[in-house]
């Protein structure tokens, strides 16, 4: 039985490659600077600073996508994660790029919400996608040129998948 959930859930996400314990996490064609773990969530981070459509595409094609930030407690673990990194700013999978000013998360398609974190005077029209800036301003918001180079973060959701047949 455990199989047919497992092929289930591949097919539902597209197939990507899930098991029942989450989308496998592959190795990047670069170094990761940190992995970590909040809720049902992992992150990496990695050290090879890319455009933004790039990031979303390296993340992909692992099966992951550029993190989102959907509550104060992901927010302060990613800021927590990220604290020793002073001069790196990392891509998000933030963006307005469809509409001025209507920021959502490209990687679920849902409106930024309540939770947001941007530094003072931002969003500014300076930009398209959402970047965690530099910890000289304490990774606050900021919209950036998504052809600008940054470092990124991945994440991956644990997914469950039922164990019944369809």
């Known amino acids: 039985m455990m199989k047919i959930a497992v092929a289930i859930c591949e097919i539902l996400?597209?197939?990507?490659?899930?098991?029942?314990?989450?989308?496998?996490v592959g190795i990047n064609d670069e170094p990761s600077?940190?992995?970590f773990d909040y809720g049902n969530s992992s992150y990496i981070l990695y050290?090879?600073?890319?455009?933004?459509?790039?990031?979303?595409n390296k993340c992909r094609q692992q099966g992951l996508?550029?993190?989102?930030?959907?509550t104060e407690g992901e927010n302060t673990a990613i800021l927590n994660a990220i604290s020793s990194f002073k001069i790196e700013s990392?891509?998000?999978?933030?963006?307005?790029?469809?509409?001025?000013?209507?920021?959502y998360?490209?990687?679920?398609?849902?409106?930024?919400?309540p939770t947001q974190n941007w530094t003072p005077g931002q969003p500014?029209?300076?930009?398209?996608?959402?970047?965690?800036?530099?910890?000289?301003?304490?990774?606050?918001?900021d919209d950036a040129d998504c052809l600008h180079l940054n470092r990124y973060i991945c994440e991956s959701q644990t997914y469950i998948c039922s164990e019944t047949s369809p």
């Open 13 to 24: 996400l597209l197939g990507l490659s899930v098991t029942a314990a989450g989308p496998e």
């Open 33 to 35: 600077l940190l992995k």
């Open 47 to 56: 050290h090879t600073a890319v455009n933004w459509y790039t990031a979303r």
């Open 65 to 70: 996508d550029l993190v989102s930030i959907e």
């Open 90 to 103: 990392f891509w998000t999978a933030g963006s307005d790029k469809w509409q001025e000013d209507s920021w």
């Open 105 to 113: 998360w490209d990687s679920t398609g849902l409106d930024f919400g």
């Open 124 to 141: 500014d029209h300076s930009g398209n996608c959402l970047l965690l800036w530099a910890n000289v301003i304490g990774h606050l918001w």
